[in-house]
């Protein structure tokens, strides 16, 4: 079967620098994104990557590794506002997405 | 602005009272998609067009039904809603076949609760 799997929740302090990991097993691959959620809204398109390696976007960036299945989103100098959920998808082999939990991340003060 | 607008925001139906859930968009995206979400889960996916050709998920109940008019216009009928359907309904649209990202556009979401 196909799986990714994100941690349910994660809490980080306002300021500070949180990472926010994805496994992927999936019947091929072909791009990862992450979407940001608030809490009643639509997810919104934060990244996606196809190859190896991070890609950088102003305070927020991506790290790909194919060969481990596995992705993180990198939050710097977080805010309030970026309490919410994020969202790991996979593009498969047939160009289905495949759509983890998401993780929930609460910033405090 | 081009956008992805769904109506209504939120639905209120009884048990077993049928539900058309609207969906425009302006950007002119040949795929649109409809998923439902539960609170803490992933989005599911439903059925998804891509132009005029249907596309249902095999395991999308019969409950379900879809209708794409034009290109600007998607529906979601839910003919018998039961308290297992109250959930997030998302529209979303892509420009599959170019080059680069099959990014999803999403609305903001019809929210549906079943008395």
């Known amino acids: 079967g196909q799986n990714i799997d994100q941690p349910t929740e994660m809490t980080a302090t306002e300021g500070a620098i949180v990472q926010i990991n994805c496994t992927y097993q999936t019947s091929g691959f072909n791009g990862l994104f992450w979407y940001q959620q608030h809490a009643g809204e639509a997810p919104t398109f934060l990244s996606y990557n196809v190859l190896d390696g991070l890609e950088e976007k102003g305070r927020f960036s991506s790290f790909l590794s194919r060969s481990k299945g596995y992705s993180y989103l990198l939050l710097k100098e977080l805010q309030m506002k970026d309490s919410a959920s994020y969202l790991c998808?996979?593009?498969?082999?047939?160009?289905?997405?495949?759509w983890g939990a998401g993780t929930k991340l609460i910033i405090k003060p | 602005d081009a956008m992805v607008i769904q109506n209504p925001r939120y639905q209120v139906t009884q048990f077993g009272k049928p539900v058309t859930l609207s969906c425009s968009q302006t950007?002119?995206?040949?795929?649109m998609y409809w998923y439902q979400q539960k609170s803490s889960q992933a989005p599911k996916l439903l059925f998804h067009?891509?132009?005029?050709?249907?596309?249902n998920e095999a395991d999308t109940p019969d409950n379900f039904q879809s209708r794409r008019p034009n290109t600007s216009f998607c529906f979601l009928d839910i003919r018998s809603p039961g308290l297992g359907d109250a959930a997030m309904y998302l529209c979303?649209?892509?420009?599959?076949?170019?080059?680069?990202?099959?990014?999803?556009?999403f609305g903001a979401g019809s929210r549906l609760t079943v008395l």
């Open positions: 998808a996979v593009v498969d082999s047939n160009y289905q997405l495949i």
């Open positions: 979303a649209t892509s420009s599959f076949g170019g080059s680069g990202a099959n990014v999803l556009t």
């Open positions: 950007l002119n995206h040949n795929v």
């Open positions: 067009y891509y132009d005029k050709d249907f596309n």
